[in-house]
C-alpha cells in the first residue's frame, strides 16, 4: 500500500516563503508524475504543480507560475513544493497527489481524478 505524507505548511506573511515536502512510501510505489493540489475554504481544490517522475517536465497552474517550484528526489521517493511571494490567495490544505505507474492511465496532469495516490495535505495560512 502506498502513502504519501506531506509537511512544511504553517502560517506565513504576504511576501513570505515556504517549502512543501510530500514523501511517498509503500513498497510497490512508482508514478508517472507526482503533483500538488489545494483546496481552500469553500473552494474546489485546484491544480498547483506537477512533475514527471522520468523527466525533468513541470506543469504549473498560471496563478503560481513564476513564484512556485516543483521538485524531486527519485531516491528518497520524495516531492518538493518551493512556494515564494506568497499571497493571502494561496490559502489553503495542499495535499500530494501521484499518477500511479504500475498501470495504464488517462486525463490530464491538471486534473485531481487523474491521480491515484493522495496524501492527507497540510495546511498553509497566508496572512496579509
Known amino acids: 500500500q502506498v502513502q504519501l505524507v506531506e509537511s512544511g505548511g504553517g502560517l506565513v506573511q504576504t511576501g513570505d516563503s515556504l517549502t512543501l515536502s510530500c514523501v511517498a512510501s509503500?513498497?510497490?510505489?512508482?508514478?508517472?508524475?507526482m503533483g500538488w493540489f489545494r483546496q481552500a475554504p469553500g473552494k474546489e481544490r485546484e491544480f498547483v504543480a506537477a512533475?514527471?517522475?522520468?523527466?525533468?517536465?513541470?506543469y504549473y497552474a498560471d496563478s503560481v507560475k513564476g513564484r512556485f517550484s516543483i521538485s524531486k528526489d527519485v531516491a528518497k521517493n520524495t516531492v518538493y513544493l518551493q512556494m515564494n511571494s506568497l499571497k493571502p490567495e494561496d490559502t489553503g490544505i495542499y495535499s500530494c497527489?501521484?499518477?500511479?505507474?504500475?498501470?495504464?492511465?488517462?486525463?490530464?496532469?491538471?486534473?485531481?481524478?487523474?491521480?491515484?495516490?493522495w496524501g492527507l495535505g497540510t495546511q498553509v495560512t497566508v496572512s496579509s
Open positions: 509503500g513498497r510497490t510505489f512508482s508514478a508517472y508524475a
Open positions: 497527489a501521484g499518477i500511479p505507474g504500475d498501470r495504464p492511465y488517462s486525463g490530464s496532469y491538471f486534473r485531481h481524478e487523474t491521480y491515484g495516490y
Open positions: 512533475i514527471r517522475w522520468t523527466s525533468q517536465n513541470t
